[in-house]
């Protein structure tokens, strides 16, 4: 059993887009919460379950989706490394 480590610009992320969903409920922010733990929980027993992101193609680097958001990541060794959670319909270019 590896380890999910999310870094501090993901958990913004995820921040920022549970502070615009709850806006129009907090409820439904906390599920989508729920949901994306859950996602990434998982990650530690199957990190290879994501798919490989493909604007990047590296097999190391992948993601996983909640709703229409991609949750990004890369795999280290034993360690999962959240890097991002954003709208599948952003333009999104690798840095």
């Known amino acids: ?7 501090p610009a993901a958990l913004d992320d995820l ?3 549970c502070a615009f969903v709850s806006r129009d409920s907090a409820d439904q922010a ?4 729920t949901r994306v733990m859950e996602a990434t929980d998982r990650l530690a ?3 290879h379950s994501g798919r490989v992101i493909p604007e990047i193609a590296k ?3 992948r993601e996983v989706f909640v709703g229409f958001y991609r949750i990004m990541y890369r795999i280290e060794g034993d360690t999962v490394w959240i890097t991002s959670v954003v709208h599948g319909a952003r ?3 690798a840095k």
């Open 45 to 47: 027993d199957f990190p």
């Open 91 to 93: 333009n999104w270019e």
């Open 1 to 7: 059993m590896g380890q999910v480590i999310w870094a």
């Open 15 to 17: 921040d920022a887009i």
């Open 30 to 33: 906390a599920f989508f919460v």
């Open 59 to 61: 097999p190391s680097c």
